[in-house]
């Protein structure tokens, strides 16, 4: 993208927004990274449940977020880092959602309270605080260009997916090389016009930002738990009724040759008291 080429080598400097939020934030990326949820995608285990579930809260975040930033763009402290050709993700979860649970894959939305409180969030700084979008928008994107790359090549082997279809989430178009994006996304932060209360307010919220992540992805843990146990238990519940009643009445042999004993017996019966 053109906006890649404008670019030239970064400068680091800890006094920068790009890395002191990275500071700030290295110990939630940790707690992040080391949740249940990123655990099994790390490892090559994540499940469809799971993926599913996490794109139906990906998908009432991003509306949040995008929202507050379309209708924040012009704002001084989000015009900068405002890439919506590059970067937006909901148009892509919406492909994915409908390939995973059909057309009316919006009645299907499923998401925990945690993924509310987010959204709750999201919405309240985009009304009142648009200078925190930047902490929020950072989280995300530049995760999702970071880590997020080797997850969604990793979730495509773990599930079995044969095409890359149902995956439009991991899949920047707009963007040729991750690592340039960032740097220009970087330096476009550090060019931002902050107060020092408005610079340790956003340092504040990307550290809120990464806590509402993890609450969603603990909160999604729990709601597949939940999910498995209601199947087990039906499973259970199936098993045992199918031991000697349910046998009985669903095999259609054994039901043919109890009605004709029953039968038999009442005949004789008959006979007997003649
Ligand atoms: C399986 C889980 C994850 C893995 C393996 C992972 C891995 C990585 C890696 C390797 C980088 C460094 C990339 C670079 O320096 O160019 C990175 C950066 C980043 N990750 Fe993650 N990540 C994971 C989860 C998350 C989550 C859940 C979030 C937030 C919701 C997140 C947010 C970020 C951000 C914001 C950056 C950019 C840091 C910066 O350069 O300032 N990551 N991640």
Redo the contacts with the bound molecule.
């Keep these: 993208m053109e906006t890649e080429k404008m670019m030239t080598a970064e400068q680091i400097d800890d006094r920068d927004l790009?890395e002191q939020?990275?500071n700030v934030?290295k110990e939630s990326?940790i707690r992040?990274?080391t949740t249940e949820l990123?655990l099994s995608?790390?490892r090559g285990q994540v499940t469809l449940s799971q993926f599913k579930l996490l794109l139906c809260s990906l998908y009432e975040i991003y509306q949040a977020l995008e929202e507050a930033m379309d209708r924040n763009s012009d704002h001084p402290s989000v015009a900068p880092i405002y890439f919506p050709a590059e970067l937006a993700r909901l148009e892509s979860i919406k492909k994915d959602l409908e390939y995973f649970y059909g057309q009316d894959w919006k009645e299907k939305i499923a998401v925990p309270a945690a993924t509310k409180r987010y959204c709750h969030r999201l919405r309240q700084i985009g009304l009142e605080n648009p200078e925190l979008l930047v902490a929020h928008a950072?989280?995300?994107y530049?995760?999702d260009l970071?880590?997020g790359q080797?997850?969604g090549r990793i979730a495509q082997k773990s599930m079995g997916l044969k095409t890359s279809d149902g995956l439009s989430f991991f899949a920047f178009p707009g963007v040729s090389s991750p690592?340039l994006f960032?740097q220009l996304y970087?330096s476009r932060m550090n060019c931002l016009e902050l107060t020092e209360e408005q610079r340790n307010g956003v340092l504040e919220e990307a550290v809120q930002?990464?806590e509402f992540?993890i609450q969603v992805?603990e909160d999604l843990q729990k709601m597949l738990r939940v999910t498995e146990n209601r199947r087990s238990v039906d499973s259970t519940a199936t098993h045992s009724l199918r031991m000697p009643g349910t046998l009985i009445s669903s095999s259609p042999l054994i039901r043919l040759i109890l009605g004709l004993f029953v039968a038999l017996a009442t005949v004789s019966a008959g006979i007997y008291a003649l």
């Design positions: 790009s939020i990275k934030t990326h992040a990274e990123m995608f790390q950072y989280t995300r530049l995760g970071s880590g080797v997850l690592n960032k970087r930002a990464f992540n992805f």
